[in-house]
């Protein structure tokens, strides 16, 4: 094991990216040899990431499996990567839905299938990249790379009107991750005046961005915010999300919500906050005002999409606006929790788009009003679909609790917020994901079955079980023992609260 | 000791869920699956018991022991975990949950013959007990909110068990939506309150936080906010004043379904939290008297709505609502045993109640409007006599169970100084043994008003015999709680076995209790007159065949419709919450802000620059003339600007 360790992380970014290679010189006829192919290469690549979760000292500090040499020189930008726990945890959601979803495409996908396998490996490579950096412009290549396959899979494979839908998502982010770009220059260059030359090492610009001007910092982090909050969604920003589920396909609605998100909050908790958290303090209020309107407005949204999968769409601005609350509250409650409610969405939401895809494939409609009584001929997919809509909605029990919880009592003893409002308003966010999840469910499943359409459904089969049910075993598992989860980033999450409020009797003192 | 092994009676439930929702839909006989649910809820009971009877042998200060199981949410400070509180009062609780549970389970497996959904009931009822038992024995307050909910959860699955069926105009669906949303409204306080406590207890395990509070008074500003936001909570689960209106609904489930989870036990939750939080609550005075008036508003408002109402299960559902609005003006006065006995003995002959409305909805093929019952006495004699029982136990006629515990929260009222509340509690007692008299004489009374075709038989054994079993429970289980004017200090034995639980916050009551024994007794006729009058009119106007009943309801034509449209609250309800909120969110939020405003405004930004790439795209003409004409102009402007 100690041989391997140093290229563990290294071989688990790019196993991906090497099959998609692999990949490339089989027959693009040989559609089951595609399929089989890529498939095991993302289980491959989850047995690795086990190997790091395994390994991963919990009580050790800072970043572990470090690799570092040297890229382009004359910048000092390196090849440096490495993890804590939060990026841990994160690697690990996206190695396990990346088969998931492969898998779900087994029969949805029928034209130019070899392309799409290989955008979806591409993809995970990005992915799993972005979490591992430690060099922001290491970080910057890995997030655009992964915009490019999750345009072409929106944009060949979506449905009718999926080229808006793939630009639309593409600008917006775009747009972000230019603001990104300048303030990672700007950070470089200002590491020139600060120790005479170019860097973009992340753990060297931490303390570049500490010792800048107060508006500098102020202005840095906004570039990095707005283009993490596009991602996340945070409301305002959040109008490309609806258009991209509907038109995605399946698997890439669950990737979308999966792991793209999260994309987003981890920005948030990795950069914005241990690069300028002085001002992440000062702006913890207005970041935090901002999540609790998309808690409730994605709800209240939600809840009038005649659209099941605008509604998840919507819902998933709710749940990430619960993750932000956390981050901004400043505390080890509501960060663990947020952390763990990242992980918790990306499962049910997953889940829930899983379940969306299965009834469309079969009926090739997802409006609401066309279901109704479903329970009758297809109960298996009714009962799944309410055990992942219960996680959700967050019932004690399952993942869902745990992490609004949280986050929730976490921001109620926040000191940086130090108001009960925050709380009370998110809280209300608990009672409509229940108004929204259940009065779907009810006119989807209760009900008499009218529509002759749905008479002949066919219940869910064993491919479809089978890729669900790690889903719901991680839900049950994650409501009921999370420590297994909470206590690898425990000290992850402290050392960055650390960080901050260092900062804070900085500025204090001075 | 068995006390230390009490997770078996929360996981034996769970065993009978697992094996009947897993594999109950291979299983071809009926029997097998209920008496497997039924089977591991009588197990379960069996602990219970065991438990008990092992907790009485302790000394009184040992009575609480608790049982870990392992650490549920670690994270630093904040830890919470499976475990679970023996004592006294969970005991109690522990005991009616599995003891009528298992009656009714057994009850149900005639009851539910034939349903295809057979296996599925029984699944769900399994995971109830199971949740309930977690709330009932949980040892801290996160443990609790997970029975809360979960028991919230299995009464949403149980109301819509026959999803497709039409109820009340709207359907099951819509009945067990309302339930979950509106549970969920009083969770919302429950929440908050939690972290409240959090934040002044720094814990939310009850043995840390009650014996802080024990010692050490809280602020009275944080006491109220606390126990007020719990309270909230307490309002929802326990269908009171404003958020009763999901229960009557809640009747659209199958009827053991009502008695089980809407009477006897789940909707107990809220005066339960109460009684265990109670050095909590007894540290406010503005939170004792909110509930206390709460309780006894509700108790009349409730029983007002029931005297008119037609279907025998809403009368009981609105029954149910003014019962436990007793249960809250005994807790809201300090009189916490009263509280929970009552709850013990309404357990009993509200099950009793319900069970045998489901034996004549039964015989009388799923009808349920009084109007269309009658005679019923002779085709169903034992669910006419155990009705009987259970209608003069709630009416409280001495010496059924009903009578000690309602006069013992009605003679704590007055002797707490409410005799306003005392009064209101009189005028509930009133209308609760007209009510229910009104109900049993047009059921079982005179002549048949169905159809003849229809030919009522008695229940199966199998549904009987439960019967029987609680019309024994009601006559007897006020037995435990003779009042001290007869039996002494110390013949009070549910008084005497509950005192320790209760005994802390003795010491903060505000007022303290006026009690002589003249006073009790002349109060205790009183009730009893009360009761009788109540009764006798009932006879008077549904048996006598003289009519005022429909004098009176021409004559008092508004108020009459006004009761029966049960005060226009729902309507009301609808009218101001949830029509603007989803209005709102579908006109102003979706499709103005979301659409027009912020999608509008991307949209016309992309829209802007493919303009201005089309006026430029203009330049770009192909005629070469056109370029060598434009770049003259510009060597010509450059060599004018060279020169100056």
């Given at each position: 094991m100690m041989t391997i360790k140093p290229y563990l992380l290294s071989t688990v970014i790019f196993f991906p990216l090497f099959g998609s290679l692999i990949l490339l010189f089989i027959n693009k006829e040989k559609k089951n040899l595609l399929k089989y192919s890529a498939i095991i290469i993302s289980l491959i690549t989850f047995l690795l990431s086990l190997f790091l979760f395994f390994e991963y000292r919990e009580n050790q500090l800072g970043f572990q499996f470090i690799t570092k040499f040297d890229w382009i020189k004359g910048l000092n930008i390196s090849y440096h990567i490495g993890i804590d726990g939060i990026s841990l945890l994160l690697i690990l959601l996206t190695t396990f839905i990346t088969p998931i979803a492969l898998l779900s495409s087994w029969e949805n996908i029928t034209h130019n299938l070899k392309e799409y396998l290989f955008f979806f490996l591409v993809l995970e490579t990005g992915m799993i990249g972005v979490f591992a950096s430690l060099d922001l412009f290491l970080f910057y290549i890995f997030w655009e790379a992964m915009l490019i396959p999750m345009y072409f899979i929106i944009g060949i494979w979506g449905g009718e009107n999926r080229i808006y839908a793939a630009v639309k998502f593409f600008l917006y982010t775009m747009f972000g991750s230019l603001l990104m770009l300048v303030a990672i220059i700007a950070l470089g260059v200002s590491a020139m005046d600060q120790l005479g030359y170019f860097t973009t090492d992340y753990l060297l610009l931490k303390k570049v961005a500490l010792n800048l001007p107060h508006s500098t910092q102020l202005i840095m982090f906004i570039a990095f915010t707005v283009s993490f909050a596009i991602k996340v969604p945070l409301f305002p920003f959040h109008t490309w999300l609806p258009d991209a589920h509907v038109e995605a396909p399946t698997a890439g609605s669950v990737i979308l919500a999966g792991v793209l998100l999260k994309m987003g909050t981890y920005g948030l908790l990795r950069f914005s906050l241990t690069l300028f958290p002085q001002i992440s303090i000062e702006l913890a209020p207005t970041m935090s005002i901002i999540a609790i309107i998309g808690i409730i407005y994605g709800a209240l949204v939600a809840m009038v999409q005649p659209d099941m999968k605008k509604l998840i769409a919507y819902s998933s601005v709710s749940h990430l606006g619960f993750v932000v609350l956390g981050i901004f509250a400043f505390t080890l409650e509501s960060q663990q929790g947020a952390l763990i409610q990242m992980i918790n969405h990306g499962l049910s939401t997953g889940a829930l788009f899983l379940l969306v895809g299965m009834i469309y494939d079969k009926r090739h409609t997802r409006m609401i009003?066309?279901?109704?009584?479903l329970a009758r001929v297809v109960p298996i997919y009714a009962t799944i679909l309410l055990i992942v809509s219960l996680s959700s909605i967050g019932l004690p029990g399952l993942n869902g609790f745990i992490g609004e919880f949280l986050i929730l009592l976490g921001t109620f003893k926040s000191s940086v917020l130090n108001s009960y409002w925050y709380t009370v308003f998110a809280a209300t966010g608990v009672i409509f994901a229940a108004v929204y999840l259940l009065w779907m469910y009810q006119r989807v499943i209760f009900g008499k079955l009218e529509n002759p359409h749905n008479k002949d459904l066919k219940d869910l089969n064993k491919r479809e079980i089978g890729l669900l049910v790690p889903i719901i075993v991680l839900i049950v598992w994650i409501g009921i023992y999370p420590s297994t989860f909470l206590s690898k980033s425990e000290l992850s999450i402290k050392e960055i609260l650390k960080e901050v409020v260092s900062s804070k009797i900085e500025l204090i003192s001075k | 000791m068995i006390t230390q092994h009490i997770y078996f009676a929360v996981l034996f439930p769970l065993i009978g869920f697992l094996i009947n929702g897993l594999i109950g839909y291979k299983i071809k006989n009926e029997k097998v699956i209920g008496w497997i649910g039924s089977g591991f809820v009588g197990l379960s009971f069996l602990v219970s018991l065991l438990s008990f009877f092992e907790v009485t042998g302790l000394n009184v200060a040992e009575r609480k022991i608790i049982v870990p199981i392992f650490q549920w949410i670690s994270i630093e400070s904040f830890n919470v975990s499976f475990a679970y509180l023996v004592d006294p009062l969970s005991l109690v609780l522990a005991l009616v949950v599995t003891g009528v549970g298992f009656l009714i389970h057994v009850y149900s497996i005639g009851y539910m013959q034939g349903d295809k959904g057979f296996w599925r009931f029984f699944a769900y009822l399994n995971l109830f007990i199971f949740m309930m038992m977690n709330l009932v024995l949980a040892d801290n307050f996160v443990l609790m909110f997970l029975g809360w909910e979960g028991v919230g959860l299995c009464s949403y699955l149980l109301i819509g068990f026959w999803y497709d069926r039409k109820f009340n105009g709207s359907t099951t669906a819509d009945a067990a939506k309302k339930a979950f949303i509106v549970n969920r409204i009083g969770d919302f306080g429950f929440l908050l309150g939690m972290f409240l406590i959090y934040k002044t207890f720094g814990s939310l395990n009850f043995n840390e936080v009650f014996t802080i509070a024990e010692k050490v008074p809280l602020p009275e500003a944080t006491a109220t906010l606390i126990t007020l936001l719990l309270f909230l909570g307490a309002t929802g689960k326990s269908a009171?004043?404003?958020?009763?209106?999901?229960l009557p609904d809640a009747m659209a489930g199958p009827t053991p379904v009502s008695a089980l989870i809407h009477a006897a036990t789940m909707v107990t939750a809220g005066v339960y939290m109460v009684s265990r939080a109670s050095v909590l609550f007894v540290q406010s005075e503005i939170t004792m008297m909110v509930i206390a008036a709460i309780g006894a508003a509700t108790a009349i408002f409730a029983a007002s709505m029931g005297l008119v109402q037609n279907d025998i299960k809403k009368i009981l559902a609105y029954s149910t609502i003014s019962q436990l609005g007793y249960m809250f003006l005994a807790a809201g006065v300090g009189a916490f045993t009263a509280s929970i006995f009552h709850l013990m003995t309404h357990a009993f002959f509200k099950a009793l109640l319900f069970l045998g409305a489901g034996s004549v909805i039964h015989a009388l093929h799923e009808e349920q409007n009084i109007k269309n019952m009658g005679g019923l006495k002779n085709h169903l004699p034992v669910t006419y006599k155990t009705f009987l029982i259970a209608s003069l136990a709630i009416a409280g006629i001495p010496p059924l169970s009903g009578f000690f515990s309602k006069d013992e929260i009605l003679w704590e009222t007055f002797a707490h100084g409410h005799s306003f509340l005392f009064v209101i509690g009189l005028i509930t007692a009133f209308m609760t043994a007209f009510y229910v008299f009104r109900l049993f004489n047009l059921t079982f009374e005179n002549k048949s008003r169905y159809p003849s075709h229809i030919h009522p038989h008695e229940s199966p054994k199998i549904m009987t015999i439960p019967l029987i079993i609680l019309a024994i429970l009601s006559i007897i289980g006020g037995f435990v709680g003779m009042p001290k004017v007869f039996v002494g200090e110390s013949g009070n034995f549910f008084y005497n076995w509950l005192k320790p639980v209760y005994e802390p916050s003795e010491t903060y009551l505000f007022n303290v209790p006026l009690y002589t024994h003249s006073t009790e007794i002349v109060l205790m006729i009183i009730s009893v007159i009360v009761a009788l009058s109540g009764i006798f009119l009932a006879r008077y106007v549904y048996l006598e065949n003289i009519k005022p009943i429909d004098w009176l309801v021409t004559k008092f034509g508004k108020l009459y419709n006004l009761l029966f449209n049960k005060y226009y609250v729902d309507k009301v309800y609808d009218l101001l919450f949830v029509e603007p909120i989803v209005k709102g969110s579908e006109r102003i939020l979706w499709k103005f802000s979301d659409v027009k405003l912020v999608d509008g405004f991307i949209n016309s930004v992309g829209e802007f620059f493919i303009e201005i790439g089309g006026l430029i795209r203009k330049i770009q003409t192909g005629v070469t003339q056109f370029y060598a004409l434009i770049m003259i102009f510009g060597i010509i402007l450059i060599i004018f600007m060279l020169l100056i």
């Open positions: 009003s066309e279901f109704g009584g | 009171q004043i404003p958020l009763y209106v999901w």
